[in-house]
């Protein structure tokens, strides 16, 4: 069910968007001009019939009721999700009962929502059914897991050779040896079952093209990886907590069979990365009562948006499971108890002197953590050279943006909302910086997404 008197903003509904070509296009749809037969349900269907070039027009509905964000089906060709069409209806409801009144679902639209319903429960059934059958053979599943670690292990110790090797003939060999050498090495950390392994060692056949300082960068991860190889050849010497870190480290999947914590989970950001093969979302949640930091991962195939959409300043009634692992903050989407909700809720800000030292703290449960979600408040965008930071409006520290938000729209935004003025900033706190994800102005407002 769905709460037809609370619409999303258009800045929520654009979002969504795949690409800024869609945001342009369904922004174009987003008047009453090409639709007909548009209405909504208490369900939390949204539908309509958009004229196109051809003689029958689209028939487009969205199920924004869905736990895991809004789900989309169009009869136009395209293979983007959302569509233009489906993007152009959802700024159409967004504007209220006039353009999009409540009335009954029409067939074509409710036979694809029942289709959904009846996909949910088999879905639901067989995973049930998975997971009792999988527990019906632990000494399988033991050996399997068993052989795994062992291919691991002869896969790490390999790799510290390579470093060794690496080390003993010098760091400018790396550069005289080129992109190969690791993508061999990446290589066979796949054919070790080592994932994680293999993600960071082609990350460092990129650092001898990074430009002035690379070597020291490069000696940085080395010595990371190093760690993280040692960590798996003596995890049975580590605490609980940090060696499940370790484990997700080298790319182990995990459960999410932490305890399901219900609350009001407020949708601080929402941004993708993407390479060759996989497209990754990135969803922070934060409990506004428990004051929970709570982050969802989602993944589709290379040029495919992955399922998970939560459009950022919504509200979601919901229970979340955590992953294991020492400062992990990774959690599984659970039960959902009332539909998304615009919410005017914030999270409590912090100074950048206090988010520089929740960084470092991270640092001991995590040693390779990359960043932590941290929400600033009363800071000013300056520039500082060719660079920017955030500075405290009540005190002298400051924090560098880091350098990749320089060539993102975000940062004007960002610079736009505040005006010299103080305001409230979301984003990552790591040893390259702080990059700004969502930000709010110091009075009353919605959320304006930076990413």
Known sequence: MTQQGVRWSADQVLALAPDAA?????????????????????????????????????????????????????????????????????????????????????????QWMEGRRQRAGQKQAAGAAGSSSGSGDPEAARRRAERRAERITAGATELEQRLADLLRGGLASAEQAGYGLWEETAARMVDAQAPGLAARVRELGAIPSSGPGWPLRLLEECALLHLLDQGWLHREQLPDGLAATVRSRIGLPGSADGPPLRDRWLVLAQYDTADSRLTTRRI????????????????????RAPELALPVGLTLDAEVSAYPGAGQLRAALGEQFAPPAPAQARPPGVT????????????????????????????????????????????????????????????????????????????????????????????????????
């Open 22 to 110: 869609s945001r342009k296009a369904g922004s174009k749809l987003g008047a009453a001009g090409p639709w007909s037969e548009a209405g909504s349900s208490d369900e939390g269907a949204v539908w309509g019939l958009c004229k196109g070039s051809g003689s029958k027009p689209y028939q487009t509905v969205v199920d924004i009721a869905d736990a895991a964000g809004p789900a989309y089906k169009c009869s136009c060709p395209s293979r983007k999700f959302p569509c233009k069409h489906a993007l152009g209806l959802l700024l159409l409801w967004a504007g209220g009962d006039d353009a999009v009144p409540r009335g009954q679902v029409p067939d074509w639209a409710e």
């Open 284 to 303: 922070w949640l934060h409990g506004t009562d428990s004051d929970r930091t709570a982050l969802l991962l989602s993944y589709g195939a290379a040029g």
């Open 352 to 451: 950048t002197a206090q988010a520089a030292a929740r960084y470092g703290e991270a640092l001991r449960a995590d040693p390779w953590l990359d960043s932590v979600p941290v929400t600033l408040g009363r800071v000013i965008p300056i520039p500082d050279g060719d660079s920017w930071q955030l500075a405290d409006a009540d005190g002298e520290a400051a924090l560098p943006l880091t350098p990749a938000v320089r060539a993102r729209p975000g940062l004007w935004r960002l610079v736009a909302l505040s005006g010299g003025a103080p305001v409230r900033v979301f984003g990552e706190c790591g040893h390259r910086g702080f990059t700004p994800l969502t930000a709010w102005p110091e009075e009353a407002g919605e959320a304006v997404q930076l990413c």
